[in-house]
């Protein structure tokens, strides 16, 4: 399985990108705006993760450069 996300701010350019993917028999659905930011972090972490464990010493000093 494939995916995409769009994002549009105009809402019938995506009904009509809805109704595209159906006719072509493909499913969609809307996400929320928690959705998606989920989505972000864990893309955010799998990219992120390099090593198996780190430090909480480690962890603390990259918060502390916020």
């Known amino acids: 399985m494939n995916s995409i996300i769009i994002e549009s701010k105009n809402k019938s350019d995506l009904k009509l990108l809805v109704q595209f993917a159906k006719k072509l028999g493909m499913q969609s659905r809307a996400l929320s ?13 799998k990219k992120g993760r390099r090593k198996d ?14």
Do not use: H
Request: hydrophobic share 45%.
């Open 53 to 66: 464990y780190v430090s909480k010493e480690q962890v603390m000093k990259k918060l502390d450069k916020w």
């Open 33 to 45: 705006i928690e959705e998606a930011e989920d989505i972000g972090l864990l893309n955010a972490m």
